[in-house]
């Protein structure tokens, strides 16, 4: 095969592999910190501490809602509803992070996490995830709730339409203890 040849192979193969080059495994601290980051998050949410769930959560979702001050309103609304309906966590503890994948200029983040909660006087057990997203290079993640997710896994592509393909949801649900 002539030289010549081989470059455009090569170019292509090259092409190909680019968006799995982006996904790998996060180091110990990395993954340390995201878990730490997740956990503050999953602990605003008990707290019922709005603001801090507002400022980390994802710009697409964000734009989804309508915008800032609609997300913003939403969520501060949402966790006052779930107060009046006597709905309490007991515990929280985020897993493990996943692997990144690729989203354009972004990488994506599965983190499993497992809350124990009332709701009423019944004890239900929620198995879901936290989504979490950064642009590459930098530290700093933003975060969707999982849980949304699992009843409409179509929302994942609308809210990261450049992540790669392929790329699966946890499994999740919530059962009655």
């Known amino acids: ?7 455009p192979l090569l170019l292509l193969l090259l ?7 982006l996904a790998g495994v996060l180091s110990a601290d990395e993954s340390a910190a995201l878990r730490q980051d997740v956990q503050a998050m999953m602990g605003a949410f008990a707290r019922g501490d709005a603001e801090l769930i507002i400022a980390r959560t ?16 939403m969520t501060r609304d949402t966790l006052k509803e779930l107060r009046k309906a006597g709905v309490t966590i007991i515990s929280d503890e ?21 809350s124990l909660l009332r709701v009423r006087e019944a004890p239900m057990r929620s198995t879901s995830f936290m989504l979490a997203v950064r642009h590459v290079g930098t530290p ?10 699992l009843d409409n896994p179509a929302l994942l592509r609308q809210l990261l339409p450049a992540l790669e393909p392929g790329v ?10």
């Open 168 to 177: 699966t949801l946890p499994k999740g649900g919530m059962e009655a203890l």
């Open 140 to 149: 700093q993640w933003s975060f969707i709730d999982g849980a949304a997710l």
């Open 58 to 73: 994802h710009p697409s979702l964000k734009r989804l809602a309508g915008g800032d001050e609609a997300y913003a309103r």
């Open 15 to 21: 092409a190909a592999m680019a968006p799995s080059a």
């Open 94 to 114: 985020a897993g493990v992070p996943g692997r990144t994948y690729a989203a354009g200029d972004e990488e994506v983040c599965f983190v499993p996490r497992q």
């Open 1 to 7: 095969m002539r030289r010549y040849l081989l470059v």
